[in-house]
């Protein structure tokens, strides 16, 4: 699956994209990670999840269904379509070496400017809760600075990653080390977990799942549990949080922290989603604004939308306060309703479609990206959030040569 070549006196390695493991297929992704929310909510272990199994079921299948029907129509018309746009097989592409040098270049380049960050900051977010500081993770870095940086960052990472599938060399593996580590560090585990599943995904699509793929996985997933439990109980505190996730007398009281961390944030976003739809009604504004809001940089996202049309574009009508996330989905039905909520999964799917049809390692990479915001949908629209999908521009920055799209001559 893997070579070692010479490209113009440069080391570089090629891979052979068939092999990919449809585990990662858009429709594997969606349709499993959308299922298993239903399951988790009809165990009903939470008094937060007081909707019905069949009421949270209806909402859940205009979301996937209509997905479903993209993905397939897409994949049938490049079956039928012209050669050039048909899916081609068992291509082979070359990586130059020197991609990587490049990618810590910009990690220079991070780095320089989030020092500036932490100096204007005064601290960082771990370093204040550990002093009963006022300020929070909220309050770190510059207005629209920030989420470039973290997209950079990001970016970089799974690059990184993408070139140790590839080549398996081991010191590819600490810039996506050291965003775990920032990760804590800033208390925000939002880039941990999206740099994760993108890492993910890459290595699936790269490299397959094997055995030993999968036992490494499934250590990664119970530390990140547990981690996610760490750091939510630092942040905000093991009883508070116990109080206000509500666990029921069949929730088992010996598991992690951890766990009940994990559950809540799954499954009260589609019950968040599901109050919003009893209780709001759609404004059907041509433009799609709630859910095009979170694609503006900061600064001129308050100008256009203001901070309370801003709050309630991302959490809709919530359950309780305490867990203020709603999907991605909250968005497209404020501003059309169930249709709303058809046409984003329509368009979630033929970009989805497009990007795992496509077969460059900057591709593979672009795909880690759409698998984590079709993974990542369950919470929040990654695909219009600004820091996330911005990584898509910085990945053709990095891979820009056309030696990455040049199909290798057999």
Not at 127 to 141: A, C, I, P, R, V
Request: aromatic share 14%.
């Amino acid at each position: 699956m893997f070579r070692s070549k010479r490209t113009n006196g440069q080391n570089a390695s090629s891979f052979d994209y068939s092999a990919r493991s449809l585990l990662f297929h858009p429709l594997t992704l969606f349709v499993g990670v959308w299922g298993l929310i239903v399951f988790l909510y009809s165990l009903h272990l939470s008094g937060q999840l007081i909707f019905s199994t069949p009421r949270v079921l209806e909402l859940t299948l205009w979301i996937v269904l209509p997905f479903i029907a993209s993905v397939i129509a897409f994949q049938t018309f490049c079956v039928v379509a012209p050669k050039r746009l048909a899916v081609r097989r068992n291509q082979q592409f070359i990586v130059p070496e020197e991609i990587g040098r490049h990618l810590n270049y910009w990690f220079v380049f991070w780095v320089v400017c989030t020092v500036l960050e932490v100096i204007v900051s005064g601290g960082v977010p771990i370093l204040w809760l550990l002093q009963g500081n006022s300020k929070t993770y909220m309050d770190f870095g510059l207005p629209s600075v920030h989420g470039f940086l973290n997209s950079l960052l990001m970016a970089i990472g799974v690059g990184q990653f993408g070139l140790f599938a590839l080549d398996g060399k081991k010191n590819r593996l600490w810039i996506p080390a050291w965003i775990v580590l920032w990760s804590v560090l800033a208390v925000t585990r939002n880039m941990m977990i999206v740099s994760l599943i993108q890492n993910a995904v890459v290595w699936g699509v790269l490299r397959g799942i094997r055995k030993r793929s999968l036992f490494h996985g499934v250590i990664a997933l119970m530390a990140l549990v547990l981690m996610f439990g760490y750091m939510g109980d630092f942040r905000s505190g093991a009883e508070a949080f116990r109080a206000a996730a509500m666990p029921t007398a069949d929730y088992p009281d010996w598991l992690p922290s951890g766990v009940l961390w994990i559950y809540i944030y799954l499954t009260t976003p589609v019950g968040n989603l599901v109050n919003t739809a009893a209780a709001v009604a759609p404004q059907y504004h041509l433009l799609f604004p709630n859910t095009t809001v979170l694609l503006f940089p900061t600064v001129l996202r308050k100008v256009v939308y203001g901070d309370a049309f801003l709050s309630d574009a991302m959490s809709g009508e919530l359950v309780t306060d305490a867990f203020n996330v709603s999907t991605a989905y909250v968005g497209p039905y404020q501003d059309y309703g169930r249709v709303g909520i058809a046409c984003f999964s329509v368009l979630l799917g033929l970009v989805a479609s497009y990007c795992w049809g496509k077969r460059t390692f900057r591709d593979a990479l672009i795909y880690g990206v759409l698998g984590q915001c079709l993974v990542l949908s369950i919470f929040f629209n990654h695909l219009f959030y600004l820091p996330v999908i911005s990584q898509i521009a910085w990945l053709c920055i990095f891979f820009r040569s056309s030696a990455l799209t040049k199909q290798m001559k057999s």
